[in-house]
């Protein structure tokens, strides 16, 4: 299995400011993703965290908005830039082990006043 | 778009009933994953099944898999108070892709 922490767990932040969600994985890992869950919703993928290089991102989600880096296999950061109240969710680092196992962390509840 | 759907989308059970809930997808998968998730926190893995496999367990999970049908269901036997939460299916959509795709979610609620 892989433990995941995430850092902060939680935060309120004010409109038009960034916010940098730190993801630590406890193991070398294959693939490592951020999703979001907006209330009430389920999850949708917000890209694919690469070593070394850009992230890959999903229809609807631009590197402007949510940079990406992975600096090594264990550790990953998203931010979320010049925020706005919608940016109001859950945001979730996931991690896929070599069983295509995937963990997922314990989330970071974003509000945007 | 959603690749899984579960059903139903809320369920109410007593302690110590059996609690059944659906997932169904669209596509051919490589594998199908259950997850846990209670209120506002993060995702707790219960389950993983390959496209190969058709029934899995692990305590009191048990989880079934029918490729032909397109549909996988999650069995709690002998629910617990600590078992309400919302309960998603994920499917990998195609071998390599290793991207999951999330249903809504179906929401467990056991009364003591």
């Known amino acids: 299995s892989a433990v995941i922490s995430q850092k902060p767990s939680r935060d309120i932040c004010q409109r038009g400011t960034s916010l940098t969600i730190q993801c630590q994985v406890d193991s070398q890992v294959t693939m490592m993703f951020w999703y979001r869950q907006q209330p009430g919703q389920s999850l949708t993928l917000i890209a694919t965290?690469?070593?070394?290089?850009?992230?890959?991102?999903e229809s609807g989600f631009v590197i402007d908005k949510f940079p990406i880096s992975r600096p090594n296999l264990t550790f990953s950061t998203l931010t979320v830039s010049n925020m706005s109240p919608e940016d109001s969710s859950i945001y979730l680092c996931s991690v896929r082990t070599v069983t295509d196992t995937q963990y997922f962390g314990p989330g970071t509840r974003l509000t945007v006043l | 778009s959603q690749q899984g759907e579960e059903d139903p989308q809320a369920l109410s059970i007593q302690e110590g009933e059996n609690a059944t809930m659906n997932c169904s997808y669209k596509?051919?998968?490589?594998?199908l994953q259950w997850y846990r998730q209670n209120s506002g926190r993060g995702l707790v893995h219960l389950i993983l099944?390959?496209?190969?496999?058709r029934e899995k367990h692990s305590g009191r999970l048990r989880v079934t898999l029918d490729t032909s049908k397109k549909s996988s269901s999650l069995l709690i036997t002998a629910s617990r108070a600590a078992d309400t939460a919302s309960y998603f299916c994920?499917?990998?959509?195609?071998?390599?892709?290793?991207?999951?795709?999330f249903g809504k979610g179906t929401k467990l609620s056991v009364i003591p």
């Open positions: 965290a690469n070593q070394g290089s850009e992230a890959t991102y």
């Open positions: 099944i390959r496209s190969n496999e």
């Open positions: 596509t051919s998968i490589n594998n």
């Open positions: 994920a499917t990998d959509i195609e071998a390599g892709s290793y991207q999951l795709t």
